[in-house]
């Protein structure tokens, strides 16, 4: 995948997307991280899921592009 994203973008661009951290945060893992928490704890009953309510709207908003985002505040 990072020899056809070099080849593609070449070596300076494709660095942006080839680095550990942007195929995570690019990735669903953050969202995925959150809702299992956020699953376990509400099945355990526990109050503390609801702190996790605002995280989840956060991380999913922060996942749309940027167009998108703009017409969900207006």
């Not at 994203?5 to 942006?16: M, P, V």
């Not at 080839?18 to 928490?37: D, K, N, Q, W």
Request: hydrophobic residues 45%.
């Amino acid at each position: 995948m990072r020899n056809r994203l070099r080849e593609s973008f070449g070596s300076e661009h494709a660095h942006l997307y080839t680095t550990m951290a942007t195929m995570i945060l690019e990735s669903a893992l953050p969202y995925g991280l959150i809702s299992f928490v956020f699953i376990v704890l509400y099945g355990t009953n526990n109050t503390a899921a609801v702190l996790f309510i605002p995280l989840l709207v956060q991380v999913e908003v922060s996942h749309y592009p940027r167009s998108k985002r703009l017409r969900l505040l207006t």
